[in-house]
């Protein structure tokens, strides 16, 4: 079976996404840097090898703009569900429906993550060293899940966007038998304070999110130098 890496990600519609980096920057300006997460993350994860790619995007009627933003032959289909739990589990029950395994999904907030940290998530699921790969991250959640089967009740339990999310699939993963593998930390880009760190993180070449970072620090630069914001 052919793997499956789903990225999550949302148009970037100004006052929709990176809602707590305004202030300081303008919802047109978290706009415009998450419209670079997601095109550094694109470019990076169709360097995962041995995987499909597919965007799980939202709202309904952004699929005209991933389309023309995704590489060739990405699967493209909605996110549905009530809440994130909900929209996570029916896009990984999609990609084992439609025959791929293992299945892992990402979000988009944190535009440098590796293409080999992905790689990890494959090949341990693939060999069955692990039934569950998780990303941890320090706020207490999770940027990467992957999975050798679906698994619903992993998503029913946690309270999404607390940090208790990893502890409570940790928790789940144990009561359900699976075996956890979890990959290293990543610090995703959710506050002014995330932001500024991600500026002095330094990754080895090639340098993953390299336009949002040039993005980020032109947007800052601006603020710094006390220029008027867009709008």
């Given at each position: 079976?052919?793997?499956l890496?789903?990225?999550?990600?949302?148009?970037?519609?100004?006052?929709?996404?990176?809602?707590r980096?305004?202030?300081?920057?303008?919802?047109?300006?978290?706009?415009?840097l998450?419209?670079?997460?997601?095109?550094?993350?694109?470019?990076?994860?169709?360097?995962?090898?041995e995987?499909r790619?597919?965007?799980?995007?939202?709202?309904?009627?952004?699929?005209?703009?991933?389309?023309?933003?995704?590489?060739?032959?990405?699967d493209?289909?909605p996110?549905?569900g009530?809440d994130?739990?909900?929209?996570?589990?029916?896009?990984?029950?999609?990609?084992?429906?439609a025959?791929f395994?293992p299945?892992?999904?990402?979000?988009?907030?944190?535009?440098?993550?590796?293409?080999?940290?992905?790689?990890?998530?494959?090949?341990?699921?693939?060999?069955?060293?692990?039934?569950?790969?998780?990303?941890?991250?320090?706020?207490?959640?999770?940027?990467?899940?992957?999975?050798t089967?679906?698994?619903?009740?992993?998503?029913?339990?946690?309270a999404?966007?607390?940090?208790t999310?990893?502890?409570?699939?940790?928790?789940?993963a144990?009561?359900?038998?699976?075996?956890?593998?979890?990959?290293?930390?990543?610090?995703?880009?959710?506050?002014?304070?995330?932001?500024?760190?991600?500026?002095?993180?330094?990754?080895?070449?090639?340098?993953p999110?390299?336009?949002?970072?040039?993005t980020?620090?032109?947007l800052?630069g601006?603020?710094?130098?006390?220029?008027?914001q867009?709008?």
């Amino acid at each position: 079976m052919t793997a499956l890496l789903i990225i999550f990600a949302k148009e970037p519609r100004p006052g929709q996404v990176k809602t707590r980096l305004s202030p300081p920057l303008s919802p047109e300006e978290a706009a415009q840097l998450y419209h670079s997460f997601l095109l550094d993350i694109l470019e990076e994860m169709a360097r995962v090898p041995e995987m499909r790619l597919a965007v799980g995007f939202s709202p309904l009627k952004a699929q005209g703009f991933f389309r023309g933003l995704a590489p060739p032959g990405t699967d493209l289909f909605p996110q549905e569900g009530a809440d994130l739990g909900e929209r996570m589990a029916r896009a990984i029950a999609r990609g084992f429906a439609a025959d791929f395994g293992p299945v892992v999904l990402r979000g988009s907030d944190i535009p440098d993550l590796p293409a080999a940290v992905v790689s990890e998530a494959r090949e341990v699921l693939a060999a069955g060293q692990a039934q569950v790969v998780l990303g941890p991250c320090p706020d207490g959640g999770y940027y990467l899940v992957g999975l050798t089967e679906p698994q619903p009740p992993l998503f029913q339990g946690p309270a999404w966007s607390s940090r208790t999310v990893l502890a409570d699939t940790l928790r789940l993963a144990r009561q359900l038998g699976l075996r956890v593998h979890l990959l290293p930390p990543w610090p995703d880009i959710d506050t002014y304070d995330n932001l500024r760190t991600f500026l002095h993180r330094t990754r080895p070449a090639p340098q993953p999110g390299w336009r949002s970072r040039e993005t980020a620090r032109k947007l800052l630069g601006r603020l710094s130098a006390g220029q008027p914001q867009p709008g």
